[in-house]
């Protein structure tokens, strides 16, 4: 019987972590001024593992990722990825699901691989609607110096689904 429980425990856990990441990215980019340069960061991104689709706008500046489930991608990881392309990642707008709670009086979300701040400048309706435990949202993450990449961001939100 103790088998059992320990195995539906540790079934549970693994369910839980799979299902928090990050599912997209629309990250800005800047430096990026040649139909060249957006190609060769398009087939950069792509060479990461945990990405479904993969499409770089120059017109729009942007590098739009939608990420496959389950992946292991990390914001600081993408970023990391535009900066050895060449290029600097400015502000994201993303959307990504994991544990939302509260530490130090101020909501955070995990998605077990980073940790989002999240900001006091949400509106308020969105802050009231925030409960603990497992949730999907969409926010803007706001641009980070590129050698001071840590894994822990600021996200302002722009939805809670």
């Given at each position: 019987?103790?088998k059992?429980?320990?195995?539906?425990?540790?079934?549970?856990?693994?369910?839980?972590?799979?299902?928090?990441?990050?599912?997209?990215?629309?990250?800005?980019?800047?430096?990026?001024?040649?139909?060249?340069?957006?190609?060769?960061?398009?087939?950069?991104?792509?060479?990461?593992?945990?990405?479904?689709?993969?499409?770089?706008?120059?017109?729009?500046?942007?590098?739009?990722?939608?990420?496959?489930?389950?992946?292991?991608?990390?914001?600081?990881?993408?970023?990391?990825?535009?900066?050895?392309?060449?290029?600097?990642?400015?502000?994201?707008q993303i959307?990504?699901s994991?544990?939302?709670?509260?530490?130090?009086?101020?909501?955070?979300?995990?998605?077990?691989?980073?940790?989002?701040d999240?900001?006091?400048?949400?509106?308020?309706?969105?802050?009231?609607?925030?409960?603990?435990?497992?949730?999907?949202?969409?926010g803007?993450?706001e641009?980070e110096?590129?050698?001071?990449?840590?894994?822990?961001?600021?996200?302002?939100?722009?939805?809670?689904?």
């Amino acid at each position: 019987m103790k088998k059992i429980a320990l195995i539906l425990i540790i079934t549970l856990l693994g369910t839980l972590s799979s299902e928090a990441q990050i599912q997209k990215v629309d990250q800005e980019v800047y430096g990026m001024d040649c139909a060249p340069c957006a190609y060769g960061l398009e087939r950069g991104l792509k060479k990461m593992d945990g990405l479904q689709n993969v499409r770089v706008s120059l017109n729009d500046g942007k590098a739009y990722l939608e990420l496959a489930t389950e992946n292991k991608l990390t914001l600081q990881g993408i970023q990391e990825e535009v900066k050895q392309n060449g290029f600097s990642a400015k502000k994201a707008q993303i959307t990504i699901s994991g544990t939302v709670k509260k530490v130090n009086g101020l909501w955070v979300i995990d998605t077990g691989q980073e940790l989002f701040d999240i900001s006091q400048h949400s509106p308020t309706e969105l802050l009231q609607a925030l409960t603990p435990g497992m949730t999907t949202l969409s926010g803007t993450v706001e641009d980070e110096e590129d050698g001071n990449l840590s894994g822990r961001w600021a996200i302002t939100l722009t939805k809670i689904k």
